[in-house]
């Protein structure tokens, strides 16, 4: 005769929290990621404007009183 065994409820539980604990750190680590990348965008678009800017002549580098 065949006997099958049930898992505790709990085990299923605690299985059910570890995925969804696992998927909410997935989603946070993507968003860390892409919110990385854009500010890496938008340093690297400020420093070309800041670049072409300076060539211009748009931009006054302020003298620090150590150089005297």
């Not at 938008?42 to 620090?64: C, D, M, N, R, Y």
């Given at each position: 005769m065949i006997k099958y065994i049930r898992k505790p409820i709990w085990k299923n539980w605690v299985i059910l929290g570890l995925v969804i604990y696992s998927v909410a750190v997935t989603v946070q680590i993507y968003n860390c990621n892409r919110?990385?990348?854009?500010?890496?965008?938008?340093?690297?678009?400020?420093?070309?404007?800041?670049?072409?800017?300076?060539?211009?002549?748009?931009?006054?580098?302020?003298?620090?009183?150590e150089d005297y």
């Open positions: 919110l990385a990348e854009e500010q890496t965008e938008k340093i690297a678009q400020l420093q070309s404007e800041k670049a072409e800017l300076q060539v211009l002549g748009e931009i006054i580098t302020p003298v620090i009183e």
